[in-house]
């Protein structure tokens, strides 16, 4: 098959959270081959570190689960690639585990892995895109939070949260001409979890759950990351985009 291609993402400067692997690298794939200047931040240093050097990417390793250490990857990135106007929140941790395993400290900890950087990085990129004429942040929830997994009750209701988190981001920066979309996917085939979930027991349940049978991969995903990264979806904000198979 053949793709589009995206003039307006030429030359911008992408910044992915998550980028080293799974959906993000593939992102960060898709936004190099587009053109476009991308720097990625991931918890992962050997494997990022591989990725820029093939792409030419810009990589630095940061947990986003710091705060301070996530900001000052997106200003190093600003000040080496140019002013950010596009960014994908992607990092996540699918963790199972069970409501008992859920003490406080691990409550905070799904919601800072899987929620909390979401909401700072956008508040640190939202003054470069209003300066540039605006931007457009993606964030990943998950499907996840509209099905019947079990053992995620904080996963899922962290990813609930980045849907109530676009809608809001998007109100508040609309008048800065900066889009908020959010993404969901269905069960993509990424590394991981074909090597820890996709069973058999799990492809009859895809097959049995989507509206087209065959499985979901990163690719998938990373054409509807594109265009609402570029122009052609200026119009579009506080939404969200099911890239699933027609499971939901």
């Not at 692997?21 to 991931?42: M, P, W, Y």
């Not at 080496?80 to 929140?89: A, K, R």
């Not at 058999?200 to 049978?213: F, G, K, N, V």
Request: proline share 4%; aromatic share 8%.
């Amino acid at each position: 098959m053949t793709y589009a291609t995206y003039p307006s993402i030429v030359g911008r400067t992408v910044v992915v959270s998550g980028g080293a692997s799974g959906l993000g690298e593939e992102f960060v794939r898709q936004f190099v081959a587009q053109g476009a200047r991308v720097g990625f931040v991931d918890i992962d240093e050997e494997r990022g570190r591989a990725l820029a050097e093939e792409l030419g990417a810009s990589f630095t390793p940061c947990d986003v689960r710091s705060v301070p250490a996530l900001q000052a990857a997106i200003d190093g990135f600003a000040n080496d690639l140019g002013s950010v106007t596009v960014l994908v929140n992607n990092a996540a941790h699918d963790m199972r585990h069970t409501i008992e395993e859920l003490d406080a400290a691990y409550w905070e900890d799904r919601q800072a892995v899987n929620l909390r950087h979401q909401f700072f990085a956008a508040r640190s990129v939202a003054p470069m895109m209003a300066e540039q004429g605006g931007g457009s942040i993606i964030n990943l929830g998950s499907i996840s939070a509209h099905i019947d997994l079990p053992d995620l009750v904080g996963y899922i209701t962290a990813k609930a949260g980045v849907e109530g988190l676009t809608r809001a981001l998007a109100r508040e920066l609309g008048p800065q001409r900066i889009r908020v979309n959010c993404v969901i996917p269905g069960w993509v085939m990424t590394e991981r979890q074909l090597r820890e979930w996709v069973t058999p027991e799990a492809t009859a349940h895809i097959e049995a759950s989507q509206c087209l049978t065959e499985k979901l991969y990163p690719a998938d995903v990373a054409r509807m990351v594109l265009w609402l990264a570029a122009d052609d979806s200026e119009h579009c904000t506080a939404q969200k985009w099911v890239v699933d198979g027609g499971w939901l």
